[in-house]
């Protein structure tokens, strides 16, 4: 089975500031990551996805994420918070090759700009 | 493109009340869908996934059932509401098993 953990459920930063939202998976096969984002009562926007190749991840809105399989890690960055960007993020994780449906969400992460 | 609708997008119900929640997708065929539920402070909690019509798997035993009568038509229900199945509720769809999931808007319930 896999899991994930996301590191601290507040995180504060000031605008302009780096956004760093750490996430550690724990999985018996190769996974695919996900990093989602949500909005207050919205629902959940894909941020970005690792699958295979490349281990740094390029998603919308200026965010990156690094596959770290030594680290076991896939941590999310921006080099730039704006105001936009506070909201709740979600780490998830799925098996390769695998005949499970499912995805294993973290608790979340809410992130509060600062001006 | 795909799009994924739900509504009622909010419902205030009094408790022991019947619910429906209706999720259809646009844009795809034959794709994998979900249920999750947010209670407040509790994260995203997986109710039900379907594979196909009329393919139902459950993952969490309570008073809700889902049923999926169209390949794009995804419906979550309750005979008799309890104050605690009170959250956000958001439907999902996927293409293939393990890949990335698409959420849909959202529906508030309370219960009262």
């Known amino acids: 089975a896999q899991s994930v953990t996301q590191l601290g459920s507040h995180v504060s930063v000031s605008e302009g500031a780096l956004v760093l939202l750490r996430c550690n998976y724990s999985s018996s096969v190769p996974p695919y990551l996900f990093w989602y984002v949500q909005y207050p009562n919205q629902g959940l926007q894909l941020l970005l996805k690792y699958t295979t190749g490349a281990t740094l991840v390029k998603g919308i809105n200026g965010f990156e994420a690094e596959f770290k399989k030594s680290e076991t890690s896939f941590h999310l960055t921006k080099p730039s918070a704006h105001m936009s960007d506070a909201a709740e993020y979600f780490c998830a994780v799925s098996a390769q090759r695998s005949n499970d449906y499912k995805l294993s969400f973290g608790a979340g992460t809410t992130v509060t700009v600062r001006a | 493109s795909q799009t994924i609708h739900q509504w009622p997008a909010t419902l205030v119900q009094p408790v022991g009340s019947p619910l429906s929640l209706e999720c259809t997708v646009e844009?795809?065929?034959?794709?994998?869908l979900y249920w999750y539920r947010q209670a407040a402070g509790r994260g995203l909690q997986l109710l039900f996934y379907s594979v196909g019509i009329g393919q139902i798997s459950s993952e969490v035993p309570q008073n809700l059932s889902a049923s999926r009568p169209q390949d794009r038509q995804f419906i979550l229900s309750s005979k008799k509401l309890l104050l605690s199945d009170s959250g956000f509720y958001l439907c999902?769809?996927?293409?293939?098993?393990?890949?990335?999931?698409?959420f849909g808007p959202g529906t508030r319930l309370t219960v009262t």
């Open positions: 999902a769809w996927s293409v293939n098993r393990g890949w990335e999931q698409y």
């Open positions: 844009g795809t065929s034959n794709p994998n």
